[in-house]
C-alpha cells in the first residue's frame, strides 16, 4: 500500500495488466516513446517495446478503428485519445462497430477494448479539451461508461475495465490527475462495474454525483448544514439503480450534481429512474444543479460554469425545505 495520485494509479494499472496478459497493449497519439500527453503511459513502452506501447498518427477514428479489429482478434487494446473532445472523429467506430460487434457478429466476436480520455474542466484549457459529455456514451447499448474520482477507485475501475468482455469508455477527470494522493494498494485489484460508492451517510438528503464533481459534492455536504448522503456512481453505464433508490427511500430528497449540460445530462435519467421507482417517498422535488447550455467557455469565464460546491449546497438546503 502506497500513496499515489490519480495518473499514477492509472499507470500502474496498465503496468501491472500489461505483466499479467500479453495481450493488453496501448496505443494513441504519444503514448509510446512520450508516456502520453499527461504521462499516463510513462515506461510502458520501454519496459514492453514499441509492438504493446503503440504510437499512432494523430487520427482518433483510426486509433479505434484499429483497435476494435486487433480486439475482435483476441487482444485487449487500450486506446488514448488525448482530449474527450477529439474523440468526436471516431463516434462512428465506436457507436457502430465496437458497440455492436457482438450482437452483429451474433456472438461470434466481442469486443474488449477500452478507450481512456482525460475529460472536463478545471485545468484551463483551450476549447475541446474540457468536454463532459458521459450522457452521450451513456446512450448507446453496448458501451459501458466509467469515470473515477480517487486514485484508488481509477486503479481498480481500469483493471476491471480491461478485462471486460464488451467496449468501455473510461473518462478521467484531468483536474484530479495530481490534484491529491491517496493509499492505493500496490498489487492487482479489481472493482466491479456498476457499483457506485456512499461517500458520506446521511438522512436529510441524498447526494448523487461522479468523476469531477465528486470532491465539490462533498464540500457542499459539509457546507450545507445538512445530514447528506453523498453517493459516487463511479460507472454511468451501468449505473447503480439500487444503491441510489436505498438512498432515497432513506432521505427522500435527491440532488444530483455533474458538470456537463444540465438539459440531457445524465441526471436526467438518475431523476426520471427515481420519479418512477419511488415517488412516494420522496418529500420534495428532485433538484439538479450541472453546466449551463452553453460550451464550456475558456479559461477566463471557466469558474461560472462549472458548479461550484456554493451552488450544490444551495441546492441542498432548498431540497431540504420542502
Excluded at 458520506?200 to 448523487?208: A, F, I, K, M, P
Amino acid at each position: 500500500m502506497s500513496e499515489k495520485t490519480l495518473i499514477a494509479a492509472i499507470n500502474e494499472a496498465l503496468r501491472q495488466e500489461m505483466e499479467r496478459d500479453p495481450m493488453v497493449l496501448v496505443m494513441g497519439e504519444d503514448v509510446g516513446v512520450d508516456g502520453g500527453v499527461f504521462r499516463a503511459t510513462d515506461g510502458l513502452h520501454a519496459k514492453f517495446g514499441e509492438d504493446r506501447a503503440i504510437d499512432t498518427p494523430l487520427a482518433e477514428s483510426a486509433i479505434v478503428g484499429a483497435a476494435i479489429g486487433l480486439a475482435a482478434y483476441g487482444f485487449r487494446p487500450v486506446a488514448e485519445i488525448q482530449f474527450a473532445g477529439f474523440i468526436y472523429p471516431a463516434i462512428n467506430q465506436l457507436f457502430n462497430h465496437a458497440a455492436r460487434l457482438r450482437m452483429r457478429s451474433q456472438g461470434q466476436f466481442t469486443c474488449p477494448l477500452v478507450v481512456r480520455a482525460p475529460c472536463s474542466g478545471g485545468i484551463r484549457a483551450l476549447e475541446h479539451h474540457s468536454e463532459s459529455m458521459e450522457a452521450l456514451y451513456a446512450h448507446v447499448a453496448g458501451l459501458k461508461v466509467v469515470i473515477p474520482s480517487t486514485p484508488y477507485d481509477a486503479k481498480g475501475l481500469l483493471v476491471q475495465s480491461i478485462r471486460e468482455p464488451d467496449p468501455v469508455i473510461f473518462l478521467e477527470p484531468s483536474k484530479y490527475y495530481r490534484a491529491f494522493k491517496q493509499e492505493v494498494p500496490d498489487e492487482l485489484y479489481a472493482i466491479p462495474l456498476g457499483e457506485a460508492v456512499i461517500r458520506q451517510e446521511g438522512s436529510d438528503v441524498t447526494l448523487v454525483s461522479w468523476g469531477s464533481m465528486a470532491k465539490p459534492s462533498l464540500q457542499a455536504a459539509a457546507d450545507s448544514g445538512k445530514s447528506v448522503e453523498v453517493i459516487d456512481l463511479r460507472t454511468i453505464s451501468p449505473w447503480d439503480r439500487d444503491l441510489v433508490l436505498q438512498s432515497v427511500r432513506k432521505t427522500g430528497r435527491l440532488v444530483i450534481a455533474h458538470e456537463a449540460p444540465i438539459t440531457g445530462g445524465f441526471g436526467a435519467e438518475i431523476a426520471a429512474c427515481v420519479a418512477q421507482e419511488a415517488m412516494y417517498d420522496l418529500k420534495g422535488p428532485i433538484l439538479r444543479v450541472g453546466g449551463y447550455d452553453v460550451p464550456m467557455p475558456l479559461a477566463r469565464r471557466e469558474d461560472y460554469y462549472i458548479p461550484s460546491p456554493q451552488r450544490i449546497a444551495k441546492a441542498l438546503q432548498k431540497a431540504c425545505e420542502a
